[in-house]
């Protein structure tokens, strides 16, 4: 779990600061421990104006964003559709806001007839709108339920079961965004509250009468501004729906983030005020189920036909994939039960941090003419693990097979909690049996003297990691520690 001090540590360490979480509990924890800083900071913050607005006044929580991707982008929609029109080069491409317009325009003409609640009253209400039914938009969708984010960026691993798209890289690691919506309001001039219910104001502000290159210029010198809208639709309610209003330029929400930790430094109050929490790939089937199994669902966030059609599918999906992967576990756990009786241990196993993923290619690399001349030595990592498979079996079956374990030490390695929860309470139970030997490279300084690690011999001095070599000393080091494994590996 995350300690307090270490999550305050973090939120002072960038404009955006990052997390990882590993389980519901882990996640529930980050959560938790931000949404207690951020009240604390922002409380502060306004009880030192002259008119200060009641601690219990307004949006007491943070906003969250669930994406089933890292590499996506805090940003609106129509930026996305603006950039993809801009591919086709042999046309002339209308302006983003020209795009906007043509949105809006279409929607009040032929929207009406399909609209069973009152019409909107205003450009911006139009937008809610639109954009609750999907329509690229300046508006950004966020969430003020963690579990819901949590949901959507989790989701797509549970489609993907019966598919050959399941999640199996680093790229695949989803995120929430998490947002402090009051300190991004107070930036954009307001203390006191959020604006929901009467949006006049702002639709003149951030949708001028007359859109041109001099309306866009002017809405572009202001910051995104948090809105809660209006309940206009059961999904924006089920959604516990809320909104950024962007301008027309991009990285408005990072821009937020730099200047709010710049001006803090000055005053000695820099935090981050816009974090990204990752959940990596391998972890995103147990978090969505875990989810499912508090009661959350499509059906919940959609309360329509569409979401009950979606939720029906997914149980069909998990079903037949629960039944396939029971069987492939039962034979995989025959053949892990028949490998234990055996006593056989045939292989070098690479315990790392995916940011070390260098210095794991260069040994490889060095390790391969063992592998390919003497053709005994197998070596394994993480990388082997196949599509679908089950990746945490997997690799205590790896460990259990294990002759020899190499750890790439680094702060990262140290830093990494599935290493620490996983891989390295298993290599130390095997080695203290008898039956496997581990030797650790130090890639670079790090605190391993307060680990149990600095009990093994490493295969390099420590006193002189690898990132502090050239490249023929690295190369050098590199020859010499694997004829070591070697030795270790045929002993």
């Known amino acids: 779990m995350h300690e307090l001090d270490y999550v305050r540590e973090q939120l002072k360490a960038q404009p955006i600061a990052e997390f990882t979480a590993l389980s519901l509990g882990d996640y529930c924890n980050i959560v938790e421990h931000i949404t207690n800083i951020w009240r604390e900071t922002v409380a502060d913050r306004q009880l030192r104006e002259k008119d200060p607005a009641p601690f219990n006044y307004g949006e007491l929580s943070p906003w969250f964003r669930g994406l089933s991707s890292e590499k996506y982008t805090c940003e609106p ?90 999640p199996q890289s680093e790229s695949d690691n989803s995120v929430v965004w998490m947002l402090e919506p009051r300190r991004l309001n107070e930036k954009c001039g307001y203390m006191r509250d959020l604006f929901r219910g009467n949006y006049g104001r702002f639709s003149r502000e951030y949708f001028p009468a007359t859109m041109d290159e001099r309306a866009v210029n002017a809405v572009n010198q ?64 147990k978090m969505c189920r875990s989810l499912r199994s508090t009661g959350i669902s499509d059906l919940n966030f959609t309360q329509d036909l569409d979401g009950l059609i979606d939720e029906l599918t997914l149980r069909v999906s998990l079903g037949r994939a629960d039944h396939n992967n029971f069987a492939k576990q039962k034979y995989e756990d025959e053949l892990l039960e028949e490998h234990s009786n055996s006593n056989i241990r045939d292989s070098i196993f690479i315990s790392y941090s995916h940011e070390d993923e260098k210095a794991l290619g260069e040994l490889k690399k060095h390790l391969r003419p063992y592998v390919r001349d003497l053709q005994k030595m197998n070596v394994w990592d993480d990388n082997q693990i196949l599509p679908g498979s089950n990746w945490l079996k997997e690799i205590k079956q790896a ?77 050098k080091a590199w020859v010499k520690i694997c004829e070591k494994l070697q030795q270790a590996y045929i002993s």
């Not at 948090?226 to 408005?252: D, M, Q, V, Y």
């Open 77 to 166: 929609s129509l930026f996305r559709f603006y950039r993809d029109l801009q591919k086709f080069e042999d046309v002339k491409q209308p302006e983003m806001y020209q795009i906007e317009e043509y949105f809006l325009q279409r929607f009040k003409a032929f929207g009406p007839p399909l609209i069973d609640k009152p019409l909107p009253e205003s450009d911006l209400e139009w937008h809610f709108l639109m954009r609750n039914h999907r329509v690229p938009s300046r508006l950004l969708d966020w969430s003020k339920g963690s579990f819901i984010a949590l949901y959507f960026a989790t989701k797509k691993n549970l489609e993907s079961q019966n598919q050959k798209s399941i």
């Open 222 to 285: 202001k910051l995104p501004l948090p809105l809660i809208p209006n309940l206009i639709s059961p999904r924006i309610a089920a959604h516990i729906g809320r909104f950024t209003l962007h301008t027309f330029k991009e990285n408005g929400l990072n821009s937020f983030a730099k200047e709010v930790f710049n001006e803090g430094k000055s005053y000695g109050t820099y935090m981050s005020y816009l974090v990204k929490i990752k959940v990596p790939y391998q972890v995103q089937d």
């Open 399 to 475: 460990l259990s097979a294990a002759k020899v374990g190499v750890l790439l030490v680094s702060p990262d390695f140290l830093a990494s909690e599935f290493i620490e929860r996983e891989e390295l309470p298993q290599l130390f139970e095997e080695s203290k049996k008898g039956g496997l030997t581990i030797f650790w490279i130090p890639l670079s300084d790090s605190a391993y003297k307060v680990t149990p690690i600095d009990e093994y011999q490493a295969a390099h001095p420590p006193d002189v990691p690898l990132d502090q070599l050239s490249d023929s000393g690295r190369n």
